[in-house]
């Protein structure tokens, strides 16, 4: 079996226990949808133009959210004992970084998708663009990215899921900041070309930290 | 033996004391005032910048000491090398903590707010925040060799992240000063002796307090050792 057959093999794995499911995915859904709806009510009697603070809120709903699927991602695989059959499994411990990465990455995007066209309506902002959907996945990715490397580890801690957002949230920050930043300038009609760096820094972000989760992936992994 | 190195730490104690003391002097009496300030707030605020920058100085370099600590434990695997990362965190965090506190004094008659979100305060802050995490992650595993892997990778981890964001203040519009660029100091020559003194001074503060943590972290792990023995002679 090639690296990648491992890699789509996890991936495959994972779907399958969601659409047998469905609880990941819906929470996650459903969470972002409130996170939306709380996020119009608490501020649209003091902001004139909702716009302004559309980037914001959208990154925010889109992280929260993503929290309660990577939470979900490897609990699951320690509570029912399937991660030490994965890691008994004669897979690279690699491949099954990028499997759990890759999927959640997907269902993270999933929920963006459906979420995106509710949220344009709701902020009456057209966040459909080419850019944007460029710019939501290199931030999902690298969201995702050291997301699945954290959540291996906080599954073994005494806070389990609460320590998850602790770990994550500071060391995220700076692909957050590019991709509020990004957004927030696409919406405002600025072109790229003066925006590059933030382009460029959330791209090596998403480079870096996922080398170094992938590096890192086995010492966490290994019992 | 065990006296004699008793006896070097109490020697470096007492040296580090010294010192502050010394850098106290420098920093509060001896030097000058700065000339191009406008109230009378901002001419004492201004001596802030001798703690303020050694400060957030020994705070990033420890961070740098818990990296390397992380690297080598994840390559070695050896106990002493967990000792000295977490032992760092724990020094450079309250260093932060003064960093950021001393920061914010000296933001109120300088720039008339406690606090802005400039790059800079944001990066200091974020890091604090990620060094905050780190502890927390320690306090809620158990298992000792687990605990130290997965501080390790966090070590790691949270370290590559702080330059990206720092790389962000290059972007942002700042209104911290710069104080060293390529062509000048922002400093006054005879500012520079007591500014760099007390550089000096925190830094040696620093490893001071280092050794006594890794001190106390291989005595813990000693207690822990004699505790099983005991456990195990009783049976």
Known sequence: ?223 | MRNLRLDRITVLNVIAAVTIMVALYLALIQAPAPANVDTEAQRYAQRIIYFHISHAWVGFFAFLVTFLGSVLYLWKGERQWDILASSSVVVGVAFMTATIITGSIWAKPAWNTWWTWDPRLTTSTVTWLIYVSYLMLRSSLDDPARRARFAAVYGVVGFVSVPITFFAIRWWRTIHPVLFDASNMGLSPNMRFPFFFSLGAFTLLYFVILIQYVRVGHLADEVERLKAATRASRR
């Open chain 1, 1 to 223: 079996m090639s690296f990648l057959h491992q890699i789509a093999a996890i991936i495959r794995k994972d779907v399958i226990a969601e659409l047998r499911t469905k609880e990941m995915f819906s929470s996650m859904f459903v969470f972002a949808l409130l996170a939306v709806v709380i996020f119009n009510f608490a501020f649209e009697l003091r902001i004139a133009d909702a716009a302004t603070i559309a980037p914001g809120v959208l990154w925010v709903s889109v992280t929260f959210a993503g929290m309660l699927g990577l939470n979900r991602s490897f609990v699951l695989e320690k509570d029912r004992g399937c991660l030490d059959g994965l890691l008994l499994a004669p897979v690279d411990r690699s491949a099954i970084y990028f499997g759990k990465m890759l999927g959640n990455f997907m269902f993270i995007t999933l929920v963006e998708a459906i979420i995106l066209p509710i949220f344009s309506a709701l902020f009456n902002v057209n966040l459909i663009q080419a850019w944007i959907l460029i710019v939501l996945l290199l931030g999902t990715l690298g969201f995702s990215g050291v997301g699945t490397l954290f959540s291996a580890m906080a599954v073994h801690t005494r806070a389990r899921e609460v320590l998850l957002p602790v770990l994550l949230f500071p060391v995220v920050m700076p692909a957050l900041i590019a991709a509020v930043k990004l957004t927030a300038g696409l919406l405002d009609g600025q072109a790229l070309a003066e925006m590059a760096n933030w382009m460029q820094l959330l791209v090596a972000f998403d480079v870096i930290l996922i080398a170094v989760s992938y590096m890192t992936f086995d010492y966490v992994v290994e019992d």
